[in-house]
């Protein structure tokens, strides 16, 4: 896994409460990104980053903000969970843009009721 | 939009058969093209193809990029029950850092 640990593994929450979940890695990579993996639409970008502070929207982003303020950290934060949030969430690094040298998290399983 | 398509959506076989999987791709300026295995959680990076590296070979495992067609093939033969798993299809384009994954296909090998 390359050093990557994803927090919390498992939550479950309520409709309308924020959550953050949180990405660590201790490779120094540059790229970092935010998936969400749901049956049927394989693994789809919310989120990434192309350095400390520098972030920019993938495909499914909206309900979701992100925050690097460390090369170390990147931060996905659901401002109002929904039920539609409820997904698999994978954070990814990597030293270049994706590529060979992309590195998974073990995953963060998200249940919003 | 860049798009990516794998088929097919699933896959059951027996051990010791030989089994092929498709993606197809829509990019703007194409620069790779990826494997990558999916067992229980996170996906391990298996092949990356390029315009200038079109055919990568790893054991039983095969894969070929068709610059013509847009579109990749991964081969595994003599298939065996550690090789089920969800196997993901990715691009990169030179004009984004976001590499855009298929939905997988999903490959179950029985006894």
């Keep these: 896994?390359?050093?990557?640990?994803?927090?919390?593994?498992?939550?479950v929450t309520e409709t309308g409460t924020p959550v953050t979940l949180r990405c660590h890695q201790t490779e120094n990579h540059r790229y970092m990104y935010w998936y969400r993996q749901d049956p049927g639409h394989g693994l789809r970008?919310?989120?990434?980053s192309y350095g400390v502070k520098d972030t920019d929207k993938g495909e499914v982003s909206d309900g979701y903000s992100v925050s690097r303020s460390k090369t170390e950290d990147f931060?996905?934060?659901?401002?109002?969970?929904?039920s539609s949030q409820t997904s698999v969430y994978f954070c990814a690094a990597a030293p270049g843009q994706g590529g060979e040298k992309l590195f998974f998290g073990s995953g963060t399983q998200l249940s919003v009721l | 939009e860049d798009k990516v398509v794998q088929s097919p959506l699933s896959l059951v076989v027996h051990e010791g058969d030989t089994v092929t999987l498709n993606c197809s791709y829509e990019v703007t300026n194409f620069r790779s093209l990826l494997w990558y295995k999916q067992e229980k959680k996170a996906p391990t990076f298996l092949f990356m193809l390029t315009s200038s590296g079109i055919e990568k070979k790893s054991g039983r495992l095969s894969s070929i990029l068709d610059k013509k067609e847009l579109s990749s093939i991964l081969n595994i033969t003599a298939t065996q029950t550690g090789?089920?798993?969800?196997?993901?299809?990715?691009v990169l384009s030179y004009n984004t850092d976001k590499l855009i994954f298929g939905t997988g296909t999903r490959l179950q090998v029985f006894p």
């Design chain 1, 1 to 11: 896994d390359a050093g990557i640990t994803q927090s919390p593994r498992h939550k």
């Design chain 1, 45 to 48: 970008l919310i989120h990434y």
């Design chain 1, 75 to 82: 931060l996905l934060t659901l401002e109002s969970a929904t």
């Design chain 2, 83 to 90: 090789d089920s798993a969800i196997y993901l299809c990715a």
